[in-house]
């Protein structure tokens, strides 16, 4: 009987009966990269990932709470359990996975230059010798400019959040940003301050340092929430809660 329990107990295990549930993920966003993480006029945190983490928390019978963090901290919180998931724009990357795990893709958008309009400059180490292009700390685009950029000459510039970037750039303090591209088309280029700039040069390409996608972050240890949440997603995407969230935002398929 003690072995026919045993292996009762060892099959219930298997079928996950027995698996953690989430009722609260906690989730850690840097609200400064609309329209995929931003604060409302009321405070309210707004944006694609906002909604994505809502749909993935309701399709798991989660509540979802949103911790606030600093970009250059946010994978440092994570491992110190300040929050279950980092949902805020991050890009798969080698050097992430060296210390943390992803769900699967959430979407794909490509790297862009953004400089003044009729600038001349391009999204090349020989244009931008010289030049001063902010970044946001932490970001894979300021992992792309130290790499390939900073070593030939230009002056890469970094800052807390994307929103100080885009304030030097209008005060002449930088000749450049370089960020993502859909971010910088939405909230900056078609807004009233960035009437006056525009992209610069082509789209970049670099896995290594740009990656392969944006996804959630999480603990390599946590692997029954990756495998919650990746279901979660799939099953957004069946049932056409993501369709449905793009189409609020984009007008164009963001999961590249």
Known sequence: ?????????????????????????????????????????????????????????????????????????????????????????????DKRLQQIAFSNKIYHTPTRLVAKKGSGLLATSESLRGRRVGVEQGSTQEAYAKTNWEPKGVSVVSYQNQDLVYQDLQAGRLDAALQDAVQADLSFLKTKPGRDYAFAGAVLQDTKTLGVGAAIGLRKDDVELKQAINNALAEIHKNGTYDKIQKKYFSFDING
């Open 1 to 93: 009987m003690k072995k026919l329990a045993l292996s009762a107990v060892l099959l219930l295990a298997a079928s996950g009966a027995y698996a953690k549930e989430w009722s609260v993920i906690r989730f850690g966003v840097d609200p400064s990269y609309a329209p995929f993480e931003s604060k409302a006029p009321d405070g309210k945190l707004v944006g694609f990932d906002i909604d994505i983490g809502n749909a993935i928390c309701s399709q798991l019978k989660a509540k979802c709470e949103w911790v606030e963090n600093a970009w250059d901290g946010i994978i440092p919180g994570l491992k110190a359990r300040k929050f279950d998931g980092i949902l805020s724009s991050m890009s798969v990357t």
